[in-house]
């Protein structure tokens, strides 16, 4: 059992109704559930393959639900790293593990599954390009048309691959992506198409489990969650997660949750420092963690609560330490991730640098989106391959 409540003035909303803020105050809305009818143990969980729709009891879904069988992604030790920078306990949950390649997937297939529950026929998004991809490739599965709004030439090629491969109709808007979410908001509520952006609620109930996985592959609760930030839902999310495990009494304590932008897209990390109540939108943010360029971050309200709520904080990196990170994670630890999702670790790092973290903090960085979806910014790091004439002599001289 569950309803949605506005985080705002707590204005009640049944399920049946499609909505996605509250209609007394216009802010964001969030699945509370009846703990007391809620009937599950951590063992149960346990007993269950690792993959997201383990935790069902947690999930708003009551049919069959969309999947491909996301989640149970892998939790790696970054032991190099992690030593160089004197930190015994670093690592990465490696969400581009996922089908699509990216943590997405987490929220689509609760929110696909929610479209069909609800009797949607036609879903939507903006994107930056990993939300396109996945809802393409989960409106697919469901069998029902997708349409995704990007911010012309500002996404990655791998991308824009996958939302055109799995038919979504992919149109470019010579904008910025805030500016598509607006677009594609208006769309939906005028011709009754289903939004799949963040600014959903049931699509962050599918991202909670991150931390619910995290936790069960730790064998415990870390002291710190290190999540990149762009419209700010998946570390709302969670946060909300993590919470809900301790209304049931399954842990007893929650991360720090830390907040890492880029330098020049960083709305949530300046109301964090300069203790803001809420954030400035930036009109024109930009970095080459194209998946982060997001200057008015819909879920800024739920994350400012979310790392103040537990002590944690928001930091900022530049593009030339995302890339540095990105290229050390995948020389150093075999951890190919996309620019975006190097900035949990750049961050940290950061935080190391500067003696911000007690070196025994046990620290789960969420590492979001996989090294492919953005092969030319790859490309233009790496020395091109050696071509050389196909006889052995050659192949022996290049190498020597
Ligand atoms: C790869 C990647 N990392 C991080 C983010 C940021 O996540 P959020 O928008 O939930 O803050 C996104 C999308 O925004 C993304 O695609
Ligand atoms: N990085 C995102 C931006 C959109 O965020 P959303 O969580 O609101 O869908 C993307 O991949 O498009």
Redesign the pocket.
Known sequence: MFRLVCINCGAEYNQNEVIYRCGKCGHLLAVEYDFDTIDVSRREWDSRPLKLWRYKELLPVSREPVTLQEGGTPLYHLKTIGEELGLKELYAKHEGMNPSG?F?DR?MTVGVSMALQLGMKTVA????????ASLAQYAAKAGIPSVVLLPAGKVALG?VAQALMHGAKVIAIRGN?DRA?EMVHDLCIKEGLYL????NPY?LEGQKTIGFEAIDQLGGVPDRMVLPV??A??ISAVHKGLGELIKLGFIDSMPMMTGVQAEGSRPVADAISKKLPEVIPDKNPETIAT??R?GAP??AEKALRAIRETNGTALSVTDEEILAMQRDLARKEGVGVEP?SAASVAGIKKMAEEGLLDKDERIVCVVTGHLLKDPETVIRQCEPPTEIDADLESLLSVLR
């Open positions: 990216s997405k929220g998004c903006a994107s930056t390009g990993n939300t396109s991308k992506f979410l799949l952006n963040s600014v699509r762009g419209n839902g998946n998946a982060i997001i819909v879920n975006a």
